[in-house]
């Protein structure tokens, strides 16, 4: 039985992402991967021209994950609450691992970060589309909720070296609903500018 | 020699939010605030008429010591890193207090926060001030960045649970240097949506 070629880029993906969370993005080389994905290394050079562009598609899968999180929480919610607690839910899963490689990329990849732009901007569709459909619960406007959210869950990214999965997941379940009590304040400085 | 009022009323809160942070809000009485503060029960009412309003002045005091430590931040930069790094120092100092008092007033004030809100434009006065200043080094809205901004200091205070003061305010000044570099692709879903 013939491994399908996306079976092969997927298992090189998982194992680089395993070995750069593991021992560092320039500790890592590419036969390392091979070796680990039970490739040979001029497979690797089929799917990528570099370990650079590897690491752009590890980073691109775990953003790729993010946006389906949260989509899953837009899809399966009833009101704004509800979104919230299974965004907290999707976004906290595996964060020790994701947010070495996301430091990694925003380290090394700060200069080519085209591919970080389209997946943001995927993610601001999915955003967009929950402040419509919650339009009544959402008390500021678009742009500072979503600057918000991405100030939290940032925070919960830069914050995994020192807890818990665990901890972070009831972080951002806190503080997503303490948002959702506190937005109605945050605009009250607007007269006073 | 006489006691001064000013010094009273001080006492008051800080034996206040002494208590409240070690005890519990419902766990305080104004006899034994009185007590700590080594002042008469009755000295208390001549100030505050409930300890609700004993709780609103002790949280107002901390926002205002946020509101100063920004102003300082600005004062003492030359730049937009400087600013961060100190508002970083400033905005982590005494933490693990600090945010257990806010915490007592989000739950326990929530439907009375006129004070809060006024707080919070003078606060917002001082960012808005940063933003004129170093308005070459931003790259998205102000209204963007300080949402961003309230994101990331509120994840902070609501993390004090689980780390120390000294590893928030490596998260702070890590956290607001990310921000630096990475605001300029925050806007880059703007098309998209």
Redo the contacts between chains.
Sequence with gaps: MQIKKEDKKDRILKSAEKLFAEKGYANVSISEIAKDAKVGKGTIYVYFSSKEEILDAVALRIFEEFVDGARYALEMSKNLKEFLELLAEKLSKDVENRSKILAMF?RER?KD?SK??EI??????VF?AAYERYRDEFK?????????????F???Y??AD??TEE?IKI?LK??LL??F??QK??D??S???
């Design positions: 925003h700060l970060r970080y732009r943001t901007s995927e993610y601001r569709k967009m500021i406007p678009f742009d500072e909720m979503f600057a918000f959210m991405r100030g939290i940032m925070s919960a830069t914050m020192n807890i901890s972080f806190k503080i303490c948002f009590d506190v304040d945050m009250c400085g007269g006073a500018s």
